[in-house]
């Protein structure tokens, strides 16, 4: 059994994994140079390498996923103008008002079905340009997968019609791909493709794919040049961080195929709890109608870490650090938790 946190099959969430020991030399053995100068060789090869991937020009090595969703916002909406963006998304409920507080940014949400997104349902919701009465909506902030959704995969179809509909609006459209190595496996959309829907795109790799820092914006030549400017008055300016992107480097070359082994163990966890596992499209598994505090205070004197989503919602998410006998292990002790919860 794969044990974290201190001998706890921890799912949490997957930012808790922790990198491997192959991982660990590749970070030991890294070329660096000082990256605020543009000087460190690993860095410069990963911004190139994620670039590609996503298809865009440019790319910029960022310290974490916030970072990256708040530059690329700022880089397709001025101050005074509109993000819109689903009542859920990241980058309005988890980000601490940071479009607000730091570039006065106007935020404005859209409640979906679930986290689910519907082009149609954005577009009408879109203030117009050039009405001095009405704060333009210059972007839309699209997350995949879909946290607060229990990690959904954004339909393509929607994806492709919002950004087709945005060429010719004056509107830009933001990806938050926090987990979107997740939706590529999931769904078997190339990265290629998730990356022509967006003009700015922020992807994490110390997620699932289990580097212990670090995100990549990428987006055309010309708005990474200003992401830098941006990164460094947030204070993102970073020196020998060769150590840190290659161990991303790492992890986007071993460690992204095996995306389908979290899945594979979400539903196999789904499975075993009664969640119907057609509920399940990568690495999370929710569990409503419980007393999530109490499962989780029992759970863990057992040894499982699970997250509360509310009162009544418990969220368990698979990752590299969890092995099938820990998935085994965890669905073991929830089913009796639960079970003798609900029998009191």
């Known amino acids: 059994m794969t044990i974290s946190n201190g001998g706890s ?14 991982m660990r030399r590749a970070m030991a053995e890294a070329l660096v140079g ?27 090595f960022v310290p974490s996923g916030t970072m990256g969703n708040q530059i690329g916002l700022r880089l397709v909406c001025e101050p005074g ?7 859920d998304a990241h980058v309005l409920t988890y980000e601490m008002g940071a479009a607000a507080a ?42 995949n997968t879909h946290n607060r959704g229990g990690g959904l995969v954004q339909p393509l179809a929607e994806l492709e019609r919002l950004f087709e509909w945005s060429r010719t609006a004056g509107v830009n459209v933001h990806l938050d791909g926090a987990r979107v190595f997740n939706a590529s496996v999931a769904s078997g959309v190339p990265l290629s493709t998730y990356g022509r829907l967006a003009d700015t795109a922020s992807v994490c790799l110390s997620k699932g794919l289990g580097a212990p820092v670090g995100s990549v914006l990428v987006a055309g030549a010309e708005r990474i040049a200003a992401a ?10 970073m020196r020998q961080v060769g150590v840190l992107a290659a161990a991303a480097a790492y992890a986007l070359g071993h460690h992204l195929d095996r995306l389908a082994e979290d899945h594979e163990h979400a539903r196999l966890l789904a499975e075993r709890l009664g969640v119907d596992p057609a509920t ?36 368990l998410v698979t990752h590299l650090d969890v092995d099938r006998a820990g998935v085994e292990h965890a669905a073991k ?12």
């Open 34 to 60: 000082d990256d605020v100068y543009r000087e460190d060789p690993t860095v410069n090869a990963l911004e190139e390498r994620v670039a590609e991937l996503f298809g865009h020009e440019a790319a910029l």
């Open 102 to 143: 730091l570039f006065g940014l106007s935020s404005r949400t859209v409640v979906s079905e679930g986290g689910r997104l519907s082009a149609d349902q954005l577009i009408a919701q879109v203030r117009p340009h050039g009405d001095w009465h009405l704060t333009a909506t210059a972007a839309i902030a699209v997350e």
């Open 228 to 237: 830098r400017l941006w990164r460094k008055r947030l204070g993102g300016g």
């Open 280 to 315: 399940v499209e990568t690495n999370m598994v929710v569990v409503d109608d419980v007393p999530a505090p109490a499962v989780a205070e029992a759970a863990r004197a057992q040894g499982v870490l699970v997250g509360q989503v509310s009162a009544r919602r418990v969220r």
């Open 9 to 22: 099959v921890d799912l949490r969430s997957d930012t808790l994994t922790r990198p491997t020991a192959a």
């Open 81 to 87: 103008q509109e993000v819109l963006g689903d009542a």
């Open 333 to 344: 002790v929830l089913t009796q938790v639960i079970g003798d919860l609900a029998g009191r």
